[in-house]
């Protein structure tokens, strides 16, 4: 394979010189940031149409995003370069270096809960109701999001030569991105390896999430429920696939992987919370 290539052999997608970034003007500019540009603007814009559709001033989530914007990347890459310290202790200037990748969703989520919980105690709005408003968004921008790692070819899984195989030259993958397992596999003379597109899989998943927050919109027994089946329904999805994927976090000085502790405790989180509070309620009981 040349190093742009990036083929679905089984599926019979055959991919030729996919670039990771293109030029304007001599500007540089690279897929991933447009793709995940591109996630955001159109989650955003799902929160501005929920919030007209609901009877809320879409104002508010345009004012809201400046800042969830900015404090998610800030969030997203502390969070990846805290628990890859390892990779980033002896290279400083590269923990600037975003065009490379390394963008954890988690942190981005969490810093977004953060300044919700702040901008709605300053502008004295129920955050439960925006945050119930912004979560078809939120996820639906995850999904477009994952494909900027498809451009920078990370966040595969394991070896896997099955239906959805995808194949990529080595040196276009970090070399840490393969395992042990995958190096096992490579075809003698070959220059590619085959694995589980699991940016694929999440991405597909995170639509499933998003369609189903959709649907359940107008049974929903409280404001904040729509963000709890956010947090379990992300989290069941995550924790299944982060047990494929070969660039996951550990928390520092264990094995344990970090985004699969968050994705279990997320969903029993939100199970636990949703259960709380609809025994808690009295029937016939308002928002």
């Not at 345009?62 to 628990?83: H, K, N, Q, T």
């Not at 400083?92 to 953060?114: D, P």
């Not at 995850?142 to 966040?155: D, K, L, S, T």
């Not at 963000?227 to 992300?234: A, E, V």
């Amino acid at each position: 394979m040349n190093i742009g290539d990036i083929a679905f052999p089984n599926l019979g997608i055959y991919l030729s010189d996919v670039p990771k970034s293109f030029s304007i003007f001599g500007f540089s500019i690279a897929f991933y940031g447009l793709i995940i540009g591109i996630g955001v603007l159109a989650g955003l814009l799902m929160a501005v149409h929920m919030a007209k559709v609901t009877g809320q001033n879409p104002d508010d989530y345009w004012d809201f995003a400046i800042y969830a914007v900015i404090f998610s990347i800030i969030g997203g890459r502390i969070y990846y370069v805290v628990f890859s310290w390892d990779y980033y202790k002896d290279d400083l200037l590269g923990i600037f270096r975003l065009r490379n990748g390394g963008m954890a969703i988690y942190g981005a989520v969490i810093a977004a809960f953060i300044t919700l919980f702040v901008y709605c105690r300053i502008k004295k709005k129920n955050p439960l109701l925006m945050g119930d408003t912004a979560m078809p968004g939120l996820i639906l921008g995850q999904a477009i999001g994952r494909w900027g790692n498809f451009m920078n070819r990370e966040v595969f899984g394991e070896y896997y030569d099955g239906l959805f195989s995808m194949q990529l030259p080595v040196e276009a993958v970090r070399a840490r991105d393969i395992s042990d397992n995958i190096a096992a596999h490579i075809p003698a003379g070959a220059n590619y390896i085959n694995v589980h597109p699991t940016f694929l899989y999440e991405s597909v998943w995170n639509l499933l999430v998003m369609a189903f927050l959709l649907l359940f919109r107008k049974h929903k027994k409280f404001d904040g429920e729509l963000c709890l089946l956010y947090l379990g329904g992300y989290g069941l999805g995550r924790f299944i696939i982060e047990g494929i994927r070969t660039d996951t976090l550990f928390i520092p000085g264990t094995s344990v992987p970090v985004s699969q502790v968050l994705a279990l405790l997320m969903v029993v989180f939100a199970v636990g919370a949703d259960l709380f509070v609809r025994m808690k309620r009295k029937p016939g009981t308002a928002n």
